[in-house]
């Protein structure tokens, strides 16, 4: 809105063009250093087409850019070079509105140009200038903020292996712990098929938090009784071929601990689930405790590896000396 405003209240403003076709107006004229190649600039924009549709916004998203000022030579993205042209020209909070004629940038790919960007119109940014850094001091900003993640992050995962542990004490688990740091007990064991990599595998399973609230489960009866809002979703052994990275790590480790038939608990650490991410409901660095059962395998056909041939040792024959 406030870049909007500078627009409409400075309409008067000399329109100026850039070497390789762009046309901007200023809005602002700050009176401190104009931005240098090599600076690194934040700034909040707005990109539009020529009838004012909206195509991103920082306004929308709260993401502001972010963008090093690069001369020109080996630049290939046209528009990209244009805003390179105009940066020099503006000081810190200076605003901006720049048209791109859409010619230049689908010129040799016309094909690709959408509808909403006819021949003759313009891409417009329209930009205003936050913060300008050094190269320097924006490496030294970064490292510093690097750090602060890493910090936040281990001591994050320092309250999962706290959190983790009262959750196994409390419910009195015996687990054994694989190198990975993967947590499992097999409830009900099985002499039957044991699956290998590459295999198709059902399974039947109910996902949890450590708070013990069910976030997922192929059971009907489990998902009912936890409240989960599953619309459409068919109850029936989820199919996963193990080892191939379909899955979360955890589960492709585990279940080829396992034989057909055969129930376990894992208890996976976020290292080997969704991590720092998180997903949907699950909170960044969460443990995740599973109730599996591996329902059936269905053996794909395994190369087999030929042994190596053993060679025999070869005795030497030596001449034997005749009693004389």
């Not at 080996?74 to 901006?96: C, Q, R, T, Y």
């Amino acid at each position: 809105m406030a870049l909007g405003l500078a627009v409409n209240v400075s309409a008067q403003t000399d329109v100026q063009h850039t070497p390789h076709g762009a046309t901007y107006r200023v809005f602002t004229h700050s009176t401190g250093d104009k931005i240098k190649v090599n600076d690194v600039i934040t700034f909040d924009f707005i990109q539009k087409t020529d009838k004012d549709s909206i195509l991103m916004s920082s306004f929308i998203t709260g993401n502001k850019g972010k963008a090093q000022v690069l001369p020109i030579e080996g630049l290939k993205d046209i528009a990209e070079v244009n805003l390179m042209e105009v940066f020099p020209n503006l000081a810190l909070n200076d605003s901006v509105e720049v048209k791109i004629p859409t010619d230049s940038v689908f010129k040799g790919h016309d094909a690709q140009r959408p509808a909403f960007f006819p021949k003759g119109s313009n891409l417009v940014f329209v930009l205003k200038v936050e913060k300008i850094q050094s190269l320097n001091d924006a490496i030294a900003e970064r490292n510093a903020e690097m750090e602060k993640a890493k910090a936040e992050e281990a001591k994050l995962q320092a309250n999962e292996a706290v959190a983790a542990a009262a959750y196994i004490a409390s419910h009195k688990l015996v687990l054994k712990t694989t190198p990975s740091g993967l947590k499992y007990v097999i409830t009900k064991p099985s002499l039957k098929l044991k699956p290998q990599k590459g295999d198709t595998l059902l399974v039947n399973y109910a996902g949890r938090g450590l708070d013990d609230k069910v976030f997922d489960s192929s059971i009907e009866s489990i998902a009912k009784a936890s409240g989960l809002n599953q619309p459409g979703r068919t109850y029936e052994p989820y199919e996963v071929i193990v080892g191939a990275g379909g899955v979360i790590p955890g589960w492709d480790e585990g279940l080829l601990l396992l034989n057909e038939g055969s129930k376990a608990t894992f208890v996976i650490p976020s290292s080997l689930a969704y991590g720092a991410q998180g997903m949907g409901a699950i909170a960044p660095f969460s443990t995740l405790v599973f109730d599996l059962e591996l329902v059936k395998v269905k053996p794909v056909k395994h190369p087999v590896v030929a042994k190596p041939a053993v060679k025999k040792p070869v005795h030497k024959k030596y001449p034997v000396k005749k009693k004389s």
